[in-house]
């Protein structure tokens, strides 16, 4: 299996720019998380789904925030408008049956600069 | 509020020797602890798990252990290698919630 596949790799973008980050969770997985990595603030979980349903959308930061699960082998992260503070790297993840003692598997994470 | 930390940022170590890395716990009890690393650039990789009611847990020259009294994790790598330089960091699960401490960054010098 090719693992957590994430794009764009890099972007850099204006602020105020609309940024969308797509995630093509392992094959045959029932939970997709997506988390926000930075020095200040480290690893943050920002939602996770299950079966294609959003289960805990509570670490997203802000309305500006917003993910889309249309089905089973793909993900969207919307950021809009962008802002400087939303730079840092954002990480799809995939299990077989979720946080609770199994496995996340990463996806190499897509890096995001807002200038 | 609930807290997992790892208490050193970076730790630099002679090859051969055995990195012990630790990750703290306050104001919960979680189910589990796990242990990641992650490489620059790359997303995190899991390498062990160990549940509440274990004391520790081996997987080739990794151990890791946990200590429910002194809630404390330790994670172990001996003889270690050069290519075992990495950040490594610690997760813990409990009650639908699974927090990362901040990492440790190990540098495995030759």
């Known amino acids: 299996d090719a693992g957590v596949i994430q794009s764009p790799r890099h972007e850099v973008t204006e602020m105020g720019q609309e940024v969308t980050l797509r995630c093509k969770p392992i094959s045959g997985h029932d939970y997709l998380f997506w988390y926000r990595q930075t020095m200040m603030r480290g690893l943050e979980l920002l939602i996770y789904f299950n079966n294609n349903v959003p289960i805990d959308d509570s670490g997203m930061p802000e309305d500006r925030f917003s993910a889309k699960m249309p089905n089973a082998s793909f993900s969207t992260l919307k950021i809009q408008p962008s802002e400087p503070r939303d730079s840092a790297v954002y990480f799809c993840a995939s299990s077989w049956g979720g946080m609770a003692g199994n496995t996340i598997y990463f996806g190499e994470g897509s890096w995001l600069t807002v200038v | 509020s609930q807290k997992i930390e790892q208490n050193s940022e970076a730790l630099n170590i002679q090859e051969g020797k055995t990195a012990t890395l630790t990750c703290n716990y306050t104001n919960y009890s979680p189910a589990y602890l796990q242990w990641y690393r992650q490489d620059p650039g790359r997303g995190p990789v899991f390498l062990l798990l160990?549940?509440?009611?274990?004391k520790e847990k081996r997987k080739e020259r990794l151990k890791v252990t946990f200590d429910t009294t002194l809630k404390q994790s330790l994670f172990h790598i001996t003889a270690s290698q050069p290519a075992d330089s990495a950040t490594y960091l610690c997760?813990?699960?409990?009650?639908?919630?699974?927090?990362f401490g901040a990492g440790t960054r190990l540098t495995v010098k030759p």
């Open positions: 997760a813990s699960y409990n009650n639908n919630d699974m927090r």
């Open positions: 160990i549940r509440e009611n274990e």
